[in-house]
């Protein structure tokens, strides 16, 4: 099989990877809304946050946090702080309410000039935004010399950016998600209502990835639109162990390119092990999505690890 690497970790240095995506729905929702600003939710290691504070020092319009657990300086904190976004430490229990019906009330109400948007900047509108990521790569088949390609691989944390992909295929291609969560934390209830929210036919496929990696199945893509989860999580949400710090190494020097160990470097790694299994058919040709999160590297026990110095 061949694969080719989407680095939309080169979008930008700040509002990196499918992060702009993802905004980029919601902020003109903002706008057209008459907002003054945005308020949103993450942890303390945030690509979330940490690309919206960015954008919103860039481009003039203020930004609140709504942060997990309690008050700490991460790399991503002291960031955050730079970049002008005012910061409530909700706790745990208080973050475990984001999903409650009434979580918003009180900070509409102290912040009504304010517009909300979800958590990892997921809903459709960021889904939508993740859908244009499909017209990116495929404009840029040509200088890989390929006519065409079989199947998308990315890690997924919410599979907002999987929906978007599953959205603009409309049954095209397969997209296969990588879990950075373990199963039944609510990514395929979230894929599945994006899907039916996006106003498009869609049912998640559960063959084996052979099935409908296979180019010579080409005709059953088109009749109905496929997405497959699987766990790469390696047991928890930001785990990492010994095997999965020493294959980003030896990726990172055999291909120059970084990689963060709770999303991209995790859902290579399912990706090496997916093709050692034989589950690929000869001849695949697939698009691995590099959604970025590098800033992320730079905690205390991850940087160590893989010997990596913070951004410039």
């Known amino acids: 099989m061949e694969a080719a690497i989407l680095r939309l970790d080169l979008v930008d240095p700040l509002i990196s990877g499918n992060k702009w995506f993802k905004l980029k729905h919601h902020l003109a929702a903002a706008e057209q809304a008459g907002a003054r600003g945005v308020i949103s939710l993450g942890g303390a290691h945030s690509n979330h946050l940490h690309a919206l504070a960015a954008a919103g020092k860039r481009f003039g319009f203020a930004t609140v946090g709504l942060v997990r657990g309690h008050a700490v300086e991460t790399p991503t904190v002291l960031d955050?702080?730079?970049?002008?976004?005012?910061?409530?430490?909700?706790?745990?229990?208080?973050?475990?309410?984001?999903?409650?019906?009434?979580?918003?009330?009180p900070w509409r109400e102290r912040y009504p000039h304010l517009f909300p948007v979800p958590e990892g900047g997921g809903g459709l509108a960021g889904a939508m935004g993740c859908a244009e990521i499909v017209e990116q790569a495929r404009s840029q088949l040509g200088v890989?010399?390929?006519?065409?390609?079989?199947?998308?691989?990315?890690?997924?944390?919410?599979?907002?950016?999987?929906?978007?992909?599953?959205?603009?295929?409309?049954?095209?291609?397969?997209?296969?998600?990588?879990?950075?969560?373990?199963?039944?934390?609510?990514?395929?209830?979230?894929?599945?209502?994006?899907?039916?929210?996006?106003?498009?036919?869609?049912?998640?496929?559960?063959?084996?990835?052979?099935?409908?990696?296979d180019?010579?199945?080409?005709?059953?893509?088109?009749?109905?639109?496929?997405?497959?989860?699987?766990?790469?999580?390696?047991?928890?949400?930001?785990?990492?162990?010994?095997?999965?710090l020493d294959f980003i190494r030896s990726c990172e020097r055999e291909s120059g390119i970084p990689f963060e160990p709770i999303y991209t470097g995790k859902?290579?790694?399912?990706?090496?092990?997916?093709?050692?299994?034989?589950?690929?058919?000869?001849?695949?040709?697939?698009?691995?999505?590099?959604?970025?999160?590098?800033?992320?590297?730079?905690?205390?026990?991850?940087?160590a690890d893989l010997r990596v110095s913070p951004p410039t």
């Open 80 to 105: 955050l702080q730079a970049f002008g976004m005012e910061l409530h430490w909700l706790g745990y229990a208080g973050y475990r309410a984001r999903h409650d019906a009434d979580f918003w009330l």
């Open 144 to 213: 890989l010399g390929w006519e065409d390609y079989d199947c998308w691989w990315l890690a997924c944390g919410t599979g907002t950016t999987l929906a978007g992909l599953v959205l603009a295929e409309a049954g095209q291609h397969a997209v296969i998600g990588a879990m950075a969560v373990p199963e039944g934390h609510g990514v395929e209830s979230n894929v599945d209502a994006l899907l039916r929210e996006g106003s498009r036919p869609c049912a998640k496929w559960t063959t084996e990835i052979s099935e409908y990696a």
């Open 215 to 244: 180019p010579a199945k080409s005709s059953c893509l088109k009749s109905r639109p496929p997405y497959s989860l699987l766990d790469a999580s390696l047991g928890a949400f930001a785990k990492t162990d010994a095997q999965l």
């Open 267 to 303: 859902a290579l790694l399912a990706l090496k092990q997916s093709v050692q299994e034989g589950r690929f058919a000869i001849g695949t040709r697939l698009i691995f999505i590099h959604s970025g999160g590098l800033q992320g590297r730079r905690s205390t026990d991850v940087a």
